[in-house]
């Protein structure tokens, strides 16, 4: 595979190292062939993220509005138009190259629309599909410039992307409550006989009140279930790739553990892994890399068979 020119991939690589210090560490694991096409990768998806989250932003139509640039900047990156900037033209590139189809992408923007709405987590399908989206479409595309394709594989990548996200939602739990997010479904909370808006109030305070702990633990229960499903397609890709890939898993399931120690306690304090735990973890990512993984039977989850079914032929689908 060749590389995006030197000068984009440069300025791609600059700006992860300098704002995306976990990826960016976590991309040197990767072997050359794949690494500079999963910076630029890394680097559109930031951007967009950036774009969205921008504190300038205000209200939900200003929102709209940044994502809706979004969906031009991959108009550029996809159609025959000149793609701007260093990062469209790096990630336009990688697209073409690796046959990336443009759902993958347009999934991710789709999710920020989730966000630019404040639109809500009904129940865990919804905060399932939410992830499918941010973080599911993003394993998806990190696949493909790894050089597999094969329905298991991305279904499987899929279920790691989800269950990073869900991570995230549990880490979080405070720090979104004072952007006045709450991701944690709404009938897990009524579960507890707490309403959206009167989680809110008590993820603002901290610590955790014991029924949001609950919420929290149920949470990283699911995704330690999809941690476990996504190790059978770690296997299928490239030699090369497996050991990254292993170590992103358990490091990101290690983030979990800590929000557990910390008693599920979310709102008063952020779980952090230390760097002596991460890298004890990348070292046993190696090794588990040496192993052969063994077969699924899972086909992939509701929420992400359509990103699945954007890569698969559709003689591949019904199989």
């Given at each position: 595979m ?11 690589e600059?700006?992860l190292r300098?704002?995306?210090?976990s990826?960016?560490?976590a991309?040197?694991l990767?072997?050359s062939?794949?690494?500079p096409a999963?910076?630029?990768?890394y680097a559109?998806c930031r951007t967009a993220?950036?774009?969205v989250d921008?504190?300038?932003?205000v209200?939900?139509?200003e929102?709209?509005i940044?994502?809706?640039v ?10 025959a138009?000149k793609p701007?900037?260093a990062v ?8 073409h190259e690796h046959?990336i189809p443009?759902?993958?992408p347009?999934?991710?923007?789709d999710g920020m629309?989730?966000?630019?709405d404040d ?8 905060l ?5 989206r941010?973080?599911?479409a ?9 050089g ?5 594989a991305?279904?499987?990548?899929c279920d790691?992307?989800?269950a ?8 979080d739990?405070?720090a979104d409550a004072?952007?006045r ?13 707490l309403?959206?808006?009167?989680a809110l109030?008590?993820a603002?305070?901290g610590p955790?009140d014991?029924?949001?702990r ?5 949470l990283?229960?699911r995704?330690e279930?999809?941690y476990?499903?996504?190790e059978t397609g770690?296997g299928?890709?490239?030699?090369d790739?497996r ?5 992103a898993?358990l490091v990101?399931?290690?983030?979990g553990r800590?929000?557990?120690s910390?008693?599920?306690d979310a ?5 952090v892994?230390?760097t002596?735990k991460k890298l004890?973890l990348l070292?046993?990512g190696?090794?588990?890399?040496l ?5 699924s ?16 032929p559709?003689s591949e689908r019904?199989?």
């Amino acid at each position: 595979m060749s590389s995006p020119s030197s000068r984009d991939f440069a300025e791609c690589e600059a700006m992860l190292r300098e704002g995306s210090k976990s990826f960016y560490g976590a991309s040197r694991l990767l072997p050359s062939r794949v690494r500079p096409a999963a910076i630029a990768l890394y680097a559109f998806c930031r951007t967009a993220d950036d774009a969205v989250d921008d504190p300038s932003l205000v209200g939900k139509s200003e929102r709209a509005i940044a994502v809706a640039v979004l969906g031009k900047r991959l108009d550029r990156v996809y159609d025959a138009r000149k793609p701007e900037g260093a990062v469209e033209r790096a990630f336009s590139r990688v697209a073409h190259e690796h046959a990336i189809p443009r759902a993958l992408p347009d999934a991710l923007l789709d999710g920020m629309a989730w966000d630019a709405d404040d639109r809500e987590t009904p129940d865990l399908a919804s905060l399932e599909a939410y992830a499918a989206r941010v973080a599911g479409a993003v394993g998806a595309m990190m696949t493909l410039v790894m050089g597999a394709r094969s329905k298991e594989a991305l279904a499987r990548a899929c279920d790691l992307g989800v269950a990073m996200q869900l991570t995230n939602v549990a880490r979080d739990v405070g720090a979104d409550a004072r952007l006045r997010r709450m991701y944690l479904p709404t009938t897990w909370l009524a579960d507890e006989g707490l309403s959206r808006d009167e989680a809110l109030a008590l993820a603002l305070r901290g610590p955790a009140d014991p029924r949001l702990r609950r919420t929290t633990a149920r949470l990283l229960r699911r995704a330690e279930l999809l941690y476990a499903r996504a190790e059978t397609g770690i296997g299928l890709l490239p030699k090369d790739c497996r050991a990254a890939i292993w170590g992103a898993r358990l490091v990101y399931a290690e983030i979990g553990r800590v929000v557990a120690s910390n008693g599920y306690d979310a709102v008063s304090t952020r779980a952090v892994v230390s760097t002596g735990k991460k890298l004890l973890l990348l070292a046993e990512g190696r090794a588990r890399a040496l192993v052969p993984s063994r077969a699924s039977v899972d086909g992939p989850l509701d929420a992400t068979r359509y990103l699945v079914d954007a890569v698969t032929p559709e003689s591949e689908r019904a199989a």
